[in-house]
Nanobody
């Protein structure tokens, strides 16, 4: 069983940066595609970014492209989300998710493709 723990959330002013971390345990992290999702109050969970198990392939939601960067450190079993130029509309609870895959270049965008989820970390961006 994969356990995921997110950290790094907080309250920041618009234009500033945050880096979220998600550390996995209980599994061989290097064969899991990883993703970040977010859910704002009263809204559905939405895709933010994804990376393949090798980290060589990534994808982003249009709303964060050019501002957010997903990366991973497989020896540390950790995936990161670097968030720059934050906007008030980025305010949400951010979740990381993992999916076992034997294809090192595949990433997942749909929430229902992921089997494992963290508890989330809150990001609040003030204007």
């Amino acid at each position: 069983q994969m356990q995921l723990v997110e950290s790094g959330g907080g309250l920041v002013q618009a234009g500033n940066s945050l880096r979220l971390s998600c550390t996995a345990s209980g599994i061989n992290f290097s064969v899991y595609a990883m993703g970040w999702f977010r859910q704002a109050l009263g809204k559905q969970r939405e895709f933010v970014a994804a990376t393949s198990s090798t980290g060589r392939t990534t994808n982003y939601a249009d709303s964060v492209k050019g501002r957010f960067t997903i990366s991973r450190d497989n020896p540390k079993s950790t995936v990161y989300l670097q968030m720059n130029s934050l906007k008030p509309e980025d305010t949400a609870k951010y979740y990381c998710a993992g999916d076992l895959t034997w294809d090192g270049e595949v990433y997942r965008e749909a929430a229902d493709e992921y089997d494992y989820w963290g508890q989330g970390t809150q990001v609040t961006v003030s204007s």
